[in-house]
């Protein structure tokens, strides 16, 4: 709760620096939600699946001001998880984002961003990297950004990031530092191509990872210490276009070059007391990569239909790998509006997450998520979804495939208010 606290300090300093210097009203929006659902592998297990019924509820607030000069916005949410026989795994999750975006001159925008999470749900981006984090895991994000119209039809955008992210569970601890610089340029070509927007990008990431892990015995404590530095460079150059009103696409092809050095080495102490009794420090391990980068898709909004279909491949970060990964996705998504209020939801993504290591096991999961669903909004800002959910992860190092089944229903209120 102490930490909760600083969050609401931290909050109030930022919408007491941010808002009152804008004239318009600023739009404030509390939010309550209440989520039951029930898992048939609430540990994502492949030989020891556990049953359970978990409640959720959520209590939030966003706070949004956009006006011609500044655009800021602002919101905090507290998950409150209660699962029914596994009382163990209940938990307090805390969401934190604020971002500020401010035009200095008709030709140069400033703007920057913050978030700040502590999350215990293992499977809470499995639909959007396709990877399992077990454990507590706390992240803090940073990014400051620009952009700049050179001409009427040429744009570039600058921005720098750092996070970090810690994952806790028993006998495992793993941190991650992430520093990254994306830069991107944008030119309108239609001129010569209608409705074409030329797109040239660049991004620099340097990712390090370090994992402790202990083993604690009566007399004696190993530990293993593993670490990767990353050092990733990528570019990328392709268009997007709108075919028509309703439809639009992109693409864009490019490479990727890596250099990782992995670390190693094991400790052994008396147990309870950390007296040393040997360490043994494996040499540096060094290793280059380069790969293909590609990203496309395509977008339909309609009056009835909203979809998507999107492919991807490039080099990421992967909390709870020690380490980046070479990820493939294929994801798609569509909204069928059956009347004003009612809706169906159909989401589906599939993952693949590989990388070669030296001196620990190689990484290679494919990771496949359907969930099809219904939406209705009531009147009063209220929304009721019912959702089934299928995942199944598949590593093919250790050929083993763990499956879960989840069913729940989101009851969602939104308070809005206006105040200057």
């Known amino acids: 709760m102490k930490r909760f606290g600083l969050i609401i300090i931290a909050a109030v300093i930022f919408l007491g620096g941010i808002f009152p210097v804008l004239a318009d009203p600023i739009k404030v929006v509390p939010f309550v939600f209440l989520k039951q659902e029930f898992s048939d592998n609430i540990h994502f297990s492949s030989n020891n699946e556990e049953e359970d019924f978990i409640t959720t509820l959520t209590g939030g607030l966003a706070v949004k001001q956009k006006k011609e000069v500044m655009q800021a916005g602002f919101e905090a949410r507290v998950d409150k998880l209660l699962y029914q026989d596994s009382d163990n795994l209940d938990s307090l999750d805390l969401f934190f984002s604020g971002n500020v975006n401010y035009r200095a001159t008709e030709r140069l925008g400033v703007g920057a961003k913050v978030q700040y999470s502590e999350d215990s749900r ?160 494996s040499a540096d391990l060094d290793d280059d990569k380069w790969g293909g980068l590609v990203s496309m898709g395509l977008n339909y909004n309609g009056l009835y239909y909203d979809m998507g279909l999107s492919l991807s491949r490039d080099m990421q970060g992967a909390t709870g790998t020690n380490g980046t990964v070479q990820r493939s996705s294929i994801s798609a998504n569509i909204d069928r509006k059956i009347s004003d209020q009612f809706f169906l939801t159909l989401d589906a993504s599939l993952h693949l997450n590989e990388n070669e290591r030296k001196n620990q096991a190689d990484t290679e999961e494919l990771t496949f998520n359907i969930q099809p669903g219904i939406r209705y909004e009531f009147a009063n800002d209220l929304t009721l979804s019912c959702v089934y959910k299928f995942t199944s992860v598949e590593d093919r190092q250790n050929k083993s495939t763990r499956e879960q089944n989840i069913i729940y229903v989101v009851i969602k209120k939104e308070f809005e208010l206006l105040t200057l």
């Not at 709108?242 to 890596?258: E, K, P, R």
């Open 122 to 281: 293992r499977d809470r981006e499995s639909d959007t990297t396709g990877l399992l984090v077990s454990g507590d895991r706390n992240t803090r994000r940073f990014s400051v950004s620009s952009d700049y119209l050179f001409s009427e039809t040429t744009k570039g955008d600058i921005s720098l990031g750092y996070g970090r992210v810690k994952t806790e569970e028993s006998g495992r601890v793993e941190d991650d530092d992430d520093f990254r610089v994306d830069i991107s340029f944008s030119r309108n070509l239609s001129e010569t191509y209608k409705n074409t927007t030329g797109l040239l990008n660049f991004s620099y990431l340097r990712y390090i990872s370090e994992i402790e892990t202990t083993t604690m015995g009566p007399i004696l404590t190993g530990s293993l210490f593993q670490d990767n530095t990353s050092d990733i460079f990528q570019f990328s150059t392709g268009f997007s276009k709108d075919i028509t009103q309703l439809y639009h696409i992109y693409f864009l092809v490019g490479g990727s070059y890596s250099k990782t050095t992995e670390g190693l080495r094991a400790r052994q102490t008396l147990t309870g007391s950390g007296i040393v009794l040997g360490e043994v420090v």
